[in-house]
């Protein structure tokens, strides 16, 4: 298992002139006079792409916000990078021209894929908030002397990049770190941090994953931790900068995911073939735009992604009061004067109705004037923080709470 890596990126390697070739025959074949045998030459194009297409990508794709509205005016959008670690950046959006608004960290989940999969949600907050975003950079490319990156380094670096921002920003975690977003806000809260959160809002996170546990809950649950340490574990490639650091690769991830939905990825990929022979332009980037951030992948620290299943998945240290941070407990008690927004999905098959709501439960220093639950009728996991509902019906509320906090 241990070279199971290795030999992926070695076929990788091998069959990368194939891929190559294959986009070099189609742009050539594109030049050719569309006529009689246009359709032909167009199912051939379309065979071709996806040949070219058939790899995985471990670079970050582009955010791509140039411009949002706010209000009435038409902004320019300008990536800044405002602090740095080797293990991650905090992004800013800076916006040309703009008022002050609620300066907001967008916490993203470190989960396989890159923190780009929120640009939705970044440009949605844009329009009334001055957002940052923790930007995780990929292990394969990070050197093994830059040390290890655990569940309290994820901690830390929130705590740190809150720090970055200056008095009482927000912070807005999505899924999976909801867990050290509530550690780092009560460790902050604890020492009286002078940049402790106004706002924390929890959406679709896994706080108490005791509560109707869904298919991947009962997964993490049913093996032994060694089991995971042994056969999901694996060493980055020496081809790369991160080379014999352990992580668990982001094709193994992929892998789990798209097995879960074969049927439905197949299909897709006929559409796009289908869409692209006969000329469907616009159908076909909808499905290659999906397809391009779904194979961007990250690899995931190995220390990160074991203390991740074993302390927030097999023994739910949070909600009991046992996780600890850097020696010290980790009290959710001390989370007072801020508020408290959880969210959730009627539809989440990965994060089930009252995971992210015991949040409130065990932080019970917090007013009652100062917390807020909304549970979004219709939607799924990725609902909650992307697409029309989270538009018209979630955003609406986050943007009033973090505003009326302020």
Known sequence: ??????????HMDLSEPWRQGAAAAMRYLNLVPSGLSSRAMRRVSAALELISRSAL???RPAYGIDSVMVGNRELGVTEEVTFKTPFGSLLHFRKDGAADQPKVLLVAPMSGHFATLLRGTVKTLLQDHDVYITDWHNPRDIPRDQGRFGLEDYTDHLITFLGQLGPRP??????????SALA????MCEGNHPSRPATLTLMAGPIDTRIQPTRVNEFAKSKPI?????????????????????????FVQLTAFVSMNLERHVKQHLDLADHLAKGEVEKAETIKTFYDEYFAVMDLPAE??????????QDH?????????????VDPKAVRRIGLMTVEGERDDICSIGQTLSAQ????????????????AGVGHYGVFSGKKWNNEIYPLLRDFVHVNS
Not at 170 to 179: F, G, N, R
Not at 184 to 187: L, N, P, S
Not at 229 to 249: M, S, T, W
Request: glycine share 4%.
């Open 1 to 10: 298992m241990a070279l199971l890596y290795q030999a992926y990126q070695n």
């Open 57 to 59: 990508t471990y670079a």
């Open 170 to 179: 927000h912070m807005v975690a999505i899924c999976q770190p909801s867990v």
């Open 184 to 187: 780092a806000t009560a460790v």
């Open 226 to 250: 060694d089991w995971f340490e042994d056969n999901l574990i694996h060493y980055v490639p020496f081809q790369c900068r991160g080379a014999f650091r352990k992580v668990y690769p982001g």
């Open 304 to 313: 990160f992604y074991i203390e991740t299943v074993r302390d927030v998945f």
């Open 317 to 329: 240290l949070l909600p009991q009061g046992k996780l600890m941070h850097r020696g010290n407990p």
């Open 361 to 376: 439960d065990i932080c019970t220093n917090v007013r009652a004037y100062r917390r807020v639950h909304h549970m979004q």
